[in-house]
Nanobody, 129 residues
């Protein structure tokens, strides 16, 4: 049974930083893709960062240069370092895991939530101006 448990969410001021953590267990495949998603009230869930088992990452332009995804394989922990936070970053943040997506022979760190099978319960991030 795959389990994902997020932590680190908080209320902060604009410009501050936060680091989210996701402890994961139970995934036996070495071809693992993990991602961070967020969902604000009334908005669709969006991917903010993803990482393959060998460290290849992907991020949308909206967070590139401010958010950094990383993974500690020895401790089965996924991180999301968020710097220069903005009020529009306010959302529930979710950790997700799934099999690597292939397009032909190319491995893709997907930012699409349909490509993930396992989800954590979420951790709230609130950024005030």
């Amino acid at each position: 049974q795959v389990q994902l448990v997020e932590s680190g969410g908080a209320s902060v001021q604009a410009g501050e930083s936060l680091r989210l953590s996701c402890a994961y267990s139970g995934y036996t495949s070495s071809r693992l893709c993990m991602g961070w998603f967020r969902q604000a009230p009334g908005k669709a869930r969006e991917g903010v960062a993803s990482i393959l088992s060998d460290g290849i990452t992907m991020q949308p332009d909206s967070v590139k240069g401010r958010f950094t995804i990383s993974k500690d394989n020895a401790n089965n922990t996924l991180y999301l370092q968020m710097d220069s936070l903005k009020p529009e970053d306010t959302a529930m943040y979710y950790c997700a895991a799934g099999a690597e997506k292939m397009i032909g022979w190319v491995r893709i760190p997907s930012l699409l939530d349909d490509d993930y099978n396992y989800w954590g319960q979420g951790t709230q991030v609130t950024v005030s101006s």
